[in-house]
């Protein structure tokens, strides 16, 4: 499980990704967004290892995360999911994964092939302005994390009433 500040880009801070004990395992530049529209991931040892930049053309919000440099996926908003938010979390290859949940509850669920390999929560702890990430066995925990930051700053956009137009 990794433990992760709620409003992450709001003030343009940076954060750290913590593990379950309180370890730091991920640095985050929030500081980077706000100039050039990318979100720098980095390891303990200060060292990019992910990014997640949003497309400035696009029609729907839009975000790539790339993972040692190399593409890993592409995070789309649905165009229209009543009640529900919904991206899609495109990798190479057919393996793409759905970001389905609750903007109100922040209650989300990542899916690959119908089976859960993620879900991101506020009800998992008492400290307010923070989510629990539960990563499955297997799953990449770099690709969950740009994907949740990706919807965080679709959702943030959404907030603020910015279009991709």
């Excluded at 499980?1 to 709620?6: F, L, P, S």
């Excluded at 709001?10 to 379950?20: A, L, N, R, T, Y």
């Excluded at 990318?38 to 993972?67: F, K, Q």
């Excluded at 400290?127 to 690709?143: C, F, K, M, S, W």
Aim: hydrophobic share 40%; proline share 3%.
């Amino acid at each position: 499980m990794y433990v992760i500040k709620e409003r992450f880009f709001s003030i343009g801070d940076d954060f750290d990704v913590e593990d379950e004990n309180g370890n730091r395992v991920f640095h985050v530049d929030g500081k980077v967004f706000s100039v050039r529209n990318r979100v720098v991931i980095e390891d303990v040892n200060g060292d990019e290892v992910a990014s997640v930049h949003r497309h400035l053309v696009a029609l729907r919000p839009t975000y790539e995360i790339r993972i040692g440099g190399e593409k890993a996926a592409e995070v789309r908003k649905k165009l229209f999911t009543p009640f529900r938010d919904k991206f899609t979390i495109d990798v190479p290859g057919p393996d793409d994964l759905e970001m389905k949940g609750n903007l109100l509850d922040h209650e989300y669920v990542i899916e690959q092939d119908g089976r859960e390999v993620a879900a991101v929560s506020k009800r998992w702890l008492t400290i307010r302005d923070t989510y629990a990430v539960q990563v499955a066995e297997g799953a990449d925990p770099l690709l969950i994390i740009g994907s949740v930051l990706a919807l965080d700053l679709a959702l943030d956009r959404d907030k603020r009433g910015e279009s991709d137009d």
